[in-house]
Structure formats: C-alpha cells, structure tokens
C-alpha cells in the first residue's frame, strides 16, 4: 500500500480525512510563494498553487503526495488569509451580504504524474453589523482562513446558504478527494470508497 503523505500543516484537512477513515502517514509543509499573478483569475491562482504545493514536497517513488488550496473570491478578486485583523475587517466587509466563491483544487502526486480536481461552492453571507464583524475579530477565528472566516467555526451563523460542498468550504472536497485517491490505487476504508 502506497504512503500517503499530506502536503498541508492545517489541521482541518487532516480532520477531513480522518472523516474519510484515513490517517496520513507524514505531514509536510510546502514552502511556496502564494502571490497573485496579475490579472490571474481566482480558478487558474488555485489550480497552480495547488500544483506548485505538490511540486515542491520531496517524496518516495512509493509515495503519494496530498496538497490542495482553497481560495475565497468575489467576482475576480482573491481574498487568501487576511495578513492582519484590519484585512480580515476589509474582507468580511467585502463578502457581507453577498455570494462569492470558495474555490478549493486537490492535487495529487506519485513521481512525476499529477491529477487535480477542483470543487467550485458558491456561498452566501448574510448582512453584517459592524458590532458583528468585532466580536467575530475578536475571536481570532479569521486568522489563517481564506476570505478572514472559517465556515466550520463561529461564521457559521453568517452563512444562510451555500451551493456545493461543504468540505470545500472547510479545505478539502472529500468526495473530489476519495475519487483521486482511488483512481491512483490508494486503498479507500469501506466507508470511503
């Protein structure tokens, strides 16, 4: 049975996979720039930050490599993880009361060969106070979250409405993600597969 190493320090991915009934057998942390090209739209960011991840984490020929990002974005603008709390303020003040895209892409890796999937859920925010977005700063649950909130977290009682997978939303499309892991022959538990 091939290793299956998970290119990601967050800890919400590795719970994510443990809902599919699987346990990393390494983490690794891919060191990458994650900056914007210019003009780049937020589908085409995800896809190659998801490959480079994947291209940068050094692996065994029996190996499998794990990596994927997710990015919040609202028409053509990417909201990553806010670098402060006023961005996280500027980004749910943004996102208020309107849809915008969370786009997560799963790559995976043996040797040379890379498959990728990408899951595309389009999610409402509900209106926000001003007294609303302190309290959630606050908190400090923005920290570390594409688009400054975690929809598995306290921000769920801004969301009223999503379309798509909720995984996703959360870091990883775990149905994107089982198929991968079949279709390279990693043995899904029962339940997964």
């Known amino acids: 049975m091939p290793g299956l190493v998970l290119g990601s320090a967050s800890p919400r991915r590795r719970e994510l996979l443990a809902q599919l009934g699987i346990v990393p ?8 720039d994650e900056t914007p090209r210019r003009a780049e739209r937020p589908e085409a960011y995800c896809r190659r930050i998801a490959r480079a991840k994947a291209e940068a984490v050094e692996i065994g020929p029996a190996e499998l ?3 994927a990002d997710t990015t919040v974005a609202v028409g053509r603008r990417i909201l990553g993880k806010p670098e402060d709390e006023s ?3 500027a980004f749910l003040g943004l996102l208020s009361g309107r849809r ?5 892409s799963v790559a995976l890796r043996r040797g040379a ?3 990728q999937r990408d899951s595309i859920t389009a999610v409402r925010m509900k209106r926000l106070s001003g007294e609303e977005i302190a309290r959630y700063l606050a908190g400090g649950d923005w920290r570390g979250k594409a688009g400054g909130y975690g929809i598995q977290g306290p921000a769920a009682a801004f969301i009223p409405w999503i379309s798509g ?5 959360v870091g990883l499309p775990l149905a994107e993600t089982a ?3 079949a279709g390279a022959g990693y043995p899904l538990p029962e339940a997964a597969g």
């Not at 057998?25 to 990458?32: E, K, L, N, W």
């Not at 915008?100 to 997560?104: G, K």
């Not at 997978?165 to 939303?169: E, I, L, M, R, T």
Request: hydrophobic letters at 55%; charged letters at 25%.
């Open 25 to 32: 057998d390494r983490i690794a942390h891919p060191d990458i």
């Open 65 to 67: 490599l794990l990596c």
């Open 165 to 169: 997978s909720f995984s996703a939303v």
């Open 100 to 104: 915008h895209r969370v786009i997560t």
């Open 87 to 89: 961005e996280a303020r």
């Open 113 to 115: 060969r890379i498959w």
């Open 179 to 181: 198929a991968l892991l």
